[in-house]
């Protein structure tokens, strides 16, 4: 499993050093109210990738575990940032609830909005940021203790594979190559890895 583990380490610090790269990008950690529209959805695309790229790399992870009997759940603690990071001046404040099974429903972000029937009405140049950060803070969170995150992916794999449900369908990294060469790498690696991982699902249940 070194192999693997050091994969998965490398694509770890290959989607923080993104995350970092959408916050420097627009200065989010001068926690700005507001963002052109246009930045923003070039924002949200970026991290809709990191989301997905961090999803299969703990599912990866996730995969090879062995579980452990249940234990007493301790008192949550605050975990410190990776090395390095600087968040001193980075937003605070509650973040979305990352999915660590994707929604089925894509997020989408659109210049117009619907009205009523046969009508479009314009909506503001700026939008706030306020999902944006939010979003952030959550995949920071998972990047953060991705293996609590690993974890408890498992266990609910666990209870799939006790109901006999049909093993996850993981498709080909989509836009690999806006991701820069490393994380890209990544990206593309990861289908084929967890593809094989999943290949004893239904005999497993």
Avoid: Y
């Amino acid at each position: 499993m070194t192999g693997i583990s050091d994969f998965i380490q490398m694509g770890l610090t290959q989607a923080d050093r993104a995350v970092q790269d959408v916050i420097a990008r627009d200065q989010l950690h001068l926690n700005p109210k507001t963002l052109p529209r246009a930045r923003q959805r070039k924002a949200n695309g970026r991290l809709k990738q990191i989301e997905t790229i961090l999803r299969r790399l703990i599912l990866l992870m996730a995969l090879a575990l062995k579980l452990p009997p249940p234990a007493p759940r301790p008192s949550a603690q605050p975990a410190d940032p990776p090395e390095g990071t600087d968040l001193a001046t980075f937003p605070s404040g509650p973040s979305c609830r990352f999915a660590l099974m994707p929604a089925r429903t894509p997020f989408l972000m659109a210049d117009m909005i619907p009205e009523r029937a046969g009508r479009l009405l314009p909506i503001s140049r700026d939008a706030s940021t306020r999902r944006l950060i939010s979003r952030i803070l959550a995949v920071r969170k998972i990047l953060r203790a991705p293996d609590a995150a690993a974890l408890r992916l498992a266990r609910i794999i666990d209870r799939l594979k006790a109901r006999q449900e049909p093993r996850p369908l993981v498709g080909a990294a989509s836009q690999a190559f806006r991701l820069g060469p490393e994380l890209g790498a990544v990206s593309t690696a990861l289908p084929g890895l967890i593809n094989a991982a999943l290949e004893t699902w239904e005999s497993s249940g």
